[in-house]
C-alpha cells in the first residue's frame, strides 16, 4: 500500500514564500504530482517530479528526494488567489493511477 | 478545446434510489479515472477504463457502484441503492495515454447528495 502525508491546514502572508511538505511510503514509485484545488472546482495540475531536485516553474517550484521519500512545494510571492488546497499525489506500479493526501488548505492573508 | 466535462454538478437523491453520474473525457483522451472525495479526505481511486475496459477496479466497493466507459458516449459511473454514506463528490479525471508522467485532467466534479 501506499502512505502518504502532509499538513492539514497552513497560513501565510501575501507576498510571503510558504513551503508545503509531503512524505510518502510507496513501493514502484513513478513519480509524485502536486495539484492545486479552489472549493468546488477541479484539481489542475501545478507540477511533476520524478528524478531528485527541484523543477521550478514560475512562482511554484517542487522538490523530490526518492531516497527520503519527501517532497516540497515551494510558493513564492503568495498571492491571494493562491488560498486553495493543495494535494499531494504518487504514481506507483504501472499506468498513471494517482494516490493522493489529505490535501493542505492553505490560508493566505494581508 | 473543452475540458472534462462532467455532469450533473449536483445530484440529490433518496436513500434506495439509483445515481448515475457522467463524464466526458477531453478531446482524443481514452483513459479515464473516477475518484471520489469525500469532506476533510483526500481524493480516493475508485476505477480506471478505457474505451470498453475496465482496467483497474480496485478502489471500487465491492456492491452496488459500477462504472462503464463504452465506445460511444460518456463514461458512466453508477450507484445502486444509494445509502447516505455515498454522498461526496465524485471527480472524473482523463488522460491521453497510459504512461506514469502522464498529468491527468479533472473535472469539476458531480456532488452527490443522498437524503
Known amino acids: 500500500g501506499q502512505n502518504i502525508d502532509q499538513p492539514t491546514e497552513m497560513t501565510a502572508t501575501e507576498g510571503a514564500i510558504v513551503q508545503i511538505n509531503c512524505t510518502y511510503q510507496t513501493s514502484g514509485f513513478n513519480g509524485l504530482f502536486w495539484y492545486q484545488q479552489h472549493a468546488g472546482e477541479a484539481p489542475t495540475f501545478l507540477s511533476y517530479n520524478v528524478l531528485d531536485g527541484l523543477e521550478e516553474k514560475g512562482r511554484f517550484s517542487s522538490f523530490l528526494s526518492r531516497s527520503k521519500g519527501y517532497s516540497y512545494l515551494l510558493l513564492k510571492e503568495l498571492q491571494m488567489k493562491d488560498s486553495a488546497s493543495y494535494l499531494c499525489a504518487v504514481s506507483a506500479g504501472g499506468g498513471n493511477k494517482l494516490t493522493f493526501g489529505t490535501g493542505t488548505q492553505l490560508k493566505v492573508e494581508l | 478545446n473543452a475540458g472534462v466535462m462532467q455532469n450533473p454538478r449536483h445530484l440529490v437523491r433518496r436513500r434506495g434510489q439509483e445515481a448515475r453520474l457522467r463524464c466526458s473525457p477531453m478531446k482524443g483522451h481514452s483513459h479515464v479515472y473516477w475518484y471520489r472525495q469525500l469532506p476533510e479526505e483526500g481524493l480516493k481511486f475508485m476505477v480506471y477504463l478505457q474505451k470498453e475496459n475496465i482496467i483497474d477496479e480496485s478502489g471500487m466497493p465491492k456492491e452496488r457502484f459500477s462504472a462503464e466507459f463504452p465506445k460511444e458516449g460518456p463514461s458512466i459511473l453508477r450507484i445502486q441503492q444509494v445509502v447516505r454514506g455515498d454522498s461526496a463528490a465524485y471527480f472524473c479525471?482523463?488522460?491521453?495515454?497510459?504512461?506514469?508522467?502522464?498529468?491527468?485532467?479533472f473535472g469539476s466534479g458531480t456532488q452527490l447528495s443522498v437524503l
Open positions: 479525471a482523463s488522460a491521453i495515454d497510459r504512461v506514469t508522467n502522464e498529468k491527468l485532467f
